[in-house]
């Protein structure tokens, strides 16, 4: 069965705390993507991954750090230094430049 | 920079057609979408275009591109209940390794 899976569905976290999102993908693509939507708002791109152990900021990288040790996974951790992390985080992933497919989210609320 | 805008909110009656808008600023644009997204999960591509192309057929969706007037809309021929969700217009432009630029979403409410 292939697709991008992400988890936890719902995360909760304390204030000071990283914590880590998982996004897996067996659908052998190169690119590999995070996005934060936000209530009312389009997704905004944090962070992206065109192959293995290389990486680049998207438009709203401060306060997230990311991995690519293997394809097939794309962590994002969200650290203490952002400051408003509350929100509906999509992973996404593309075989190609024409088209990103996306994982079903982890919706992140800070207690 | 690359903007993308749509309208809020679209109410139709099941049956009839629905005609989402999209307008973006970016004119080296080379791909785009549309993307479904229903209540707490992720998108679904629905569609895409090239930028050379002035429409689209995909069953009942047609997308239509001005590419003068930077315009780009979805039609969904006799929507039905399940229609109902938040559809997403997006970009992509040469040199961008395939990034999205997303528009906030155009929510569409199916009544019977």
């Known amino acids: 069965d292939g697709g991008i899976t992400q988890s936890p569905k719902y995360l909760f976290r304390k204030e000071g705390q990283n914590v880590t999102l998982s996004c897996e993908q067996n659908?052998?693509?190169?690119?590999m993507y995070w996005y934060r939507q936000d209530p009312g708002q389009g997704l905004r791109l944090i962070y992206y991954?065109?192959?293995?152990?290389?990486?680049q900021k998207g438009d709203i990288a401060e306060g997230y750090s990311v991995s690519r040790e293997k394809k097939e996974s794309f962590p994002l951790t969200v650290t203490s230094a952002q400051k408003n992390p509350t929100a509906f985080y999509l992973c996404?992933?593309?075989?190609?430049?024409?088209?990103?497919?996306f994982g079903p989210g982890t919706r992140l609320t800070v207690l | 920079g690359e903007d993308v805008e749509q309208s809020l909110f679209l109410s139709v009656r099941e049956g009839d057609s629905s005609v989402i808008n999209c307008t973006y600023t970016?004119?080296?644009?080379?791909?785009l979408y549309w993307y479904k997204q229903e209540p707490g999960a992720g998108l679904q591509l629905l569609t895409y275009?090239?930028?050379?192309?002035d429409m689209k057929q995909d069953q009942r969706l047609t997308v239509l591109l001005n590419k003068k007037d930077k315009h780009l809309s979805l039609r969904i021929a006799d929507t039905q209940t399940g229609d109902s969700a938040i559809y997403f217009c997006?970009?992509?432009?040469?040199?961008?390794?395939?990034?999205?630029?997303f528009g906030t979403g155009t929510r569409l409410q199916v009544t019977l």
């Open positions: 996404a992933s593309s075989p190609d430049v024409q088209k990103q497919f």
């Open positions: 659908l052998n693509h190169d690119a």
């Open positions: 991954s065109q192959i293995v152990n290389d990486f």
């Open positions: 970016d004119s080296s644009s080379t791909y």
């Open positions: 275009i090239f930028s050379n192309m």
């Open positions: 997006a970009e992509t432009y040469t040199g961008t390794a395939s990034k999205l630029t």
